[in-house]
């Protein structure tokens, strides 16, 4: 079998090094068996997290060859294995060590968004009636595993660091899931414009691209959210309509 | 004295998937403060991995369905040694919990009047599985877990607990440590409910995370509380077997449910050779009978592919073993085939199907809408577990309550897919109401400093030696001997040899060596999870060793046929004073006559 070298992102949140580690590799193979493996024979401390190995839980978020990607669902047959392949941990958050990331903002954003508010049940049982047409679109949503690799490409945090006032892709899906479920009453607009920092995306969709789940972050989420801020602060016709209702 | 960090709350729930999350929510909704720790980051226990559906009989896609077809098809599946009260108020109380979940915004799929859609699923006789696409569980999870974020529950992400803390007969907290600096913790609470999950990683081939290696039944062992059916294990009849590094990964029973086929290496549809004889009436007896099933077609019988998942597993170990496997030791379960019978099979397979066809597509280079998957048995889920009492969720230690799939009782020798998820949601909300009642009506007890500083010190031994065992070496000789000794097909001899291949690992077990130190360290966790996967596995070997019959997920070569008299309690065991493994027969008390009217008014 033919061995191929993984440099790997070794240290903790201050200093670290890329360390060069070889291990057998065989058919089928992902990054994260290569992981495994190489904890198994040479580096037992290495850390990683890892929880279901099928694209499922977005707990083993990494940037393989400097590429946003899942370690669980990366085949090493499609990288080149001729020279070393790098692994590091997501970069828009704090390294903490070796390959983990310290992801615990992201789940202080989502608290900060208005929960789900649904209406009075349709039916006397207490159930609603929904059609599928109409979650369809939700659903792509609700497919998010919060890998975060979207918040990972996002400039916004990534280069430009605006974590306080912008909630990145990933709860800007959350918050159409939201938006756009049949039976939610809550308004988020407000919030999205002032606290959430929508207008901070330009759409350059590298979200979208990265994401695992393949959802339409931009298009189907960011730009409808976009429109529904616009309609309702930026119309000129609303504005004027708001202000003569003021007086 | 020790010094290390202490946090109080009222109930602590140790696991954060549907059960314990769902425990969580109900604890902290009646008002006690609640703490809830997870072993990974919130979001991403075990349960996201289920696909299927969760069970429940709301008759949304068959009017004849109820509580108590649901109750006789539980027990007919567990072959008659469940719990017989888990099972009658899982079936009565999923429909709600269910219905619960939408209100806090769960976007299940719909049926073509609006309502939650149903799908079929192995022993489950008529549509019964609430589900979304292939993905219900990260739906499950997701939504208890954006409902409980609001609710004040403290979580604690990438803690794992070592001990439960005893007052006398009481357990009144527990002794962690948090992932990231590998400090110890002690958390305090009046009540502390188990929820985490199963054991999986006891075996080599397992669709389990590195999570699920029996914590909370070790836990619940040490401290005094008994398990019960643990020869009872679930192999999953579908996992992947090709490549090697995905050998295991679950392959939904969707698949079947949505008209895939099993069929040999000689393109044979085998599951029609050998159909128990309690499921013959229920079981098509012509593939055209089965498809009319799986399309909806409320006078046809299901077809033998949904037989139970014990059954099933069987019958394409056999087929393996008689050489009409498939290359890689499995055998094919097709879905494409279904484009001889529907317009645009492609579409609706990947509309229906959509994690398996990325799955196989990204993992194993497959297109399942034009080409069959290579399937083979899995190591899936526990029916044994912490024994509870039924109503409560409260184990045979005060103050100690457990649910999901470290409680047992519900699931009896076998479990049907689909009931795990609504046993989650039922005996989690449960165990967190009682829990809750107990913590209101108990003070804080007495935390016992010399036992936390014995288990701070040895859970350090690993950094103290000077070199020693591997900790994954230890962990990869034990599933391969588990594999080996106590797998699918079991004798007495080879499990005899598996207790004493477990006494040498616990040897070599306690002589571990861990390079680095104590920051988020995998080695360290992984010599530390030792402990807990050699005590499942020698509970798993010793009940298996008593059972001398077979039945559902427990199948003996030298006893092959089903034994009344093994249909009259359930093993149970329980550390003895000397500290050995103890095991003893409960009796399984009688059926309450209306109970029984159910089962034979179903037939």
């Known amino acids: 079998m033919k061995k191929a070298t993984f440099s790997i992102r070794r240290g903790g949140r201050e200093t670290a090094e890329m360390v060069d580690y070889q291990t057998e590799v065989s058919e089928g193979m992902v990054v994260l068996d290569a992981v495994h493996q190489i904890q198994a024979e040479s580096a037992p401390d290495l850390a990683c997290r890892w929880n279901c190995k099928a694209g499922k839980c977005g707990s083993c978020s990494a940037e393989i060859n400097g590429m946003p990607k899942l370690m669980c669902m990366t085949r090493l047959d499609t990288i080149p294995l001729d020279q070393p392949v790098t692994i590091e941990p997501i970069r828009a958050f704090p390294a903490v060590k070796d390959l983990i990331a310290d992801v615990s903002w992201n789940y202080e954003v989502k608290k900060r968004i208005k929960k789900f508010k649904p209406r009075a049940p349709d039916a006397e049982d207490g159930t609603w009636r929904m059609l599928q047409e109409d979650v369809d679109r939700v659903q792509e949503f609700r497919k998010c595993i919060e890998c975060f690799l979207c918040q990972d490409v996002c400039h916004v945090l990534r280069d430009h660091n605006k974590h306080e006032e912008f909630i990145g892709p990933r709860f800007l899906v959350y918050a159409a899931a939201l938006e756009m479920h049949p039976l939610d009453t809550e308004d988020r607009t407000g919030d999205l414009k002032d606290m959430h920092g929508i207008g901070y995306c330009n759409i350059t969709k590298c979200c979208t691209k990265v994401c695992p789940e393949h959802i339409t972050i931009t298009d189907n989420a960011i730009i409808p959210l976009k429109e529904r801020v616009v309609d309702e602060y930026y119309d000129p016709l609303k504005r004027l309509v708001k202000l003569f209702r003021k007086k | 004295m020790t010094d290390y960090p202490t946090f109080e709350h009222d109930v602590i729930v140790i696991g954060a998937g549907g059960a314990g999350l769902r425990a969580a929510i109900e604890a902290s909704g009646s008002g006690v403060s609640v703490g809830l720790i997870c072993k990974s980051l919130l979001g991403k226990a075990h349960t996201v991995m289920a696909e299927g559906g969760m069970a429940a009989a709301m008759g949304h896609n068959d009017d004849r369905d109820n509580w108590k077809v649901h109750f006789s098809d539980t027990m007919r599946g567990g072959q008659y040694v469940n719990n017989w009260r888990m099972a009658e108020l899982h079936a009565k109380e999923a429909p709600d919990r269910v219905r619960e979940l939408e209100s806090w915004g769960a976007v299940f799929d719909r049926t073509k009047d609006g309502r939650i859609n149903q799908r079929n699923f192995g022993g489950h006789r008529y549509p ?59 958390y305090k609470a009046k009540a502390v409910i188990l929820a985490t999950g199963g054991i999986g990683r006891a075996y080599k081939i397992t669709s389990n995370s590195w999570e699920g290696t029996g914590d909370g039944h070790a836990l619940a062992y040490d401290a005094g509380a008994e398990l019960i059916d643990m020869e009872f294990i679930q192999f999953h009849p579908t996992g992947m077997v090709w490549p090697p590094s995905v050998r295991g990964i679950l392959v939904t029973e969707g698949v079947r449910g949505e008209g895939g086929i099993l069929r040999n290496s000689e393109g044979k549809r085998f599951m029609f ?36 998942r014990d059954h099933v597993a069987r019958c394409i170990m056999r087929e393996v073993k008689a050489g009409r496997g498939s290359p890689h030791g499995g055998v094919y379960l097709d879905i494409a085939w279904i484009k001889e019978k529907i317009k645009d099979a492609p579409e609706h397979i990947k509309k229906k199907l959509p994690s398996m066809y990325h799955q196989f597509k990204q993992l194993a280079n497959l297109d399942i809408t034009t080409t069959p998957m290579e399937v083979g048995p899995t190591t899936h889920y526990v029916m044994g577990g912490i024994r509870v009492n039924a ?56 935390l016992d400093n010399a036992a936390i500083e014995q288990t701070a010190k040895a859970a350090l031994e690993p950094f103290d030696r000077d070199g020693g065992e591997n900790p994954y070496t230890i962990q990869h000789d034990l599933q391969e001997m588990m594999q080996a000794n106590v797998g699918i097909v079991r004798q007495h001899d080879e499990m005899v040899e598996a207790l004493n291949g477990l006494d040498a690992l616990k040897s070599r077990a306690a002589r571990t060596f861990v390079p680095g130190n104590i920051d988020f360290n995998p080695g360290w966790h992984t010599a530390l999870d030792l402990h807990n996967l050699l005590v499942v596995s020698e509970a798993i070997a010793r009940a298996a060793i008593e059972r001398k019959e077979s039945r559902g997920g427990h199948f003996r070569e030298d006893f092959p046929g089903k034994d009344p008299e093994f249909a009259k309690f359930n093993y149970s065991l329980k550390k003895s004073e000397g500290g050995g493994m103890e095991i003893s027969k409960n009796p399984i008390p009688e059926m309450p006559d209306y109970l029984k009217e159910v089962i034979e008014e179903m037939g």
């Open chain 2, 273 to 308: 050779d050998d159909i128990p004889d309690n499921y013959k009436d229920q079981t098509s007896d012509t593939e055209e009978e089965g498809w009319r099933y799986v399309t909806g077609d409320k006078n046809a019988r299901r077809p033998p592919e949904l037989l139970t």
């Open chain 2, 391 to 446: 109503d409560t969720q409260e184990s045979t230690v005060p103050g100690l309550f457990a649910a999901g799939e470290c409680a047992a009782g519900i699931n009896g020798a076998n479990r049907l897919g689909g009931n795990s998820l609504s046993d989650l949601i039922v005996f989690g909300k449960r165990a967190g109401e009682h829990a809750a009642i107990f913590a209101k009506e108990n003070g804080h007890g007495t």
């Open chain 2, 128 to 186: 019964r599985l609430a589900h979304v696409g292939d993905r219900t569980g990260l739906e499950l999870i997701r939504t208890l877990q954006d409902h409980g974020i609001h609710q004040g529950i403290e979580v604690y992400m990438e803690v794992t607990v070592l001990s439960l803390l005893k007052d006398g007969d009481r357990v009144v907290g527990c002794l962690a440590y948090e992932r990231e600096h590998g400090r110890f913790r002690i």
